[in-house]
């Protein structure tokens, strides 16, 4: 039998993580990423974080048009519009 009833554990798998890491571009040290708020959107999953080196990291899932210009976007106030 399962540790949890099956309703919880179908919300446990679609909750995206909170936090990712990844290798910086400019130095290949470990830059951690924080997924960013959004409105009840599930088109997109923006991350984002600052290396040590102070290279901002951007990742995102997603519908790939979302994605495209949350990563291409150099504007801080950001946001998915419908």
């Given at each position: 039998m399962p540790a949890f009833p099956s309703i919880f554990s179908d919300l446990i798998m679609t909750k995206p993580a909170r936090f990712l890491t990844f290798k910086c571009a400019k130095c290949t040290k470990p830059v951690k990423v924080q997924l960013q708020k959004v409105s009840a959107c599930s088109h997109i999953q923006p991350y984002q974080g600052i290396c040590a080196c102070g290279e901002i990291k951007?990742?995102?899932?997603?519908?790939?048009?979302?994605?495209?210009?949350?990563?291409?976007?150099?504007?801080h106030s950001w946001h998915h519009h419908h």
């Open positions: 951007r990742h995102a899932t997603g519908n790939p048009e979302a994605v495209k210009s949350f990563i291409e976007s150099n504007d």
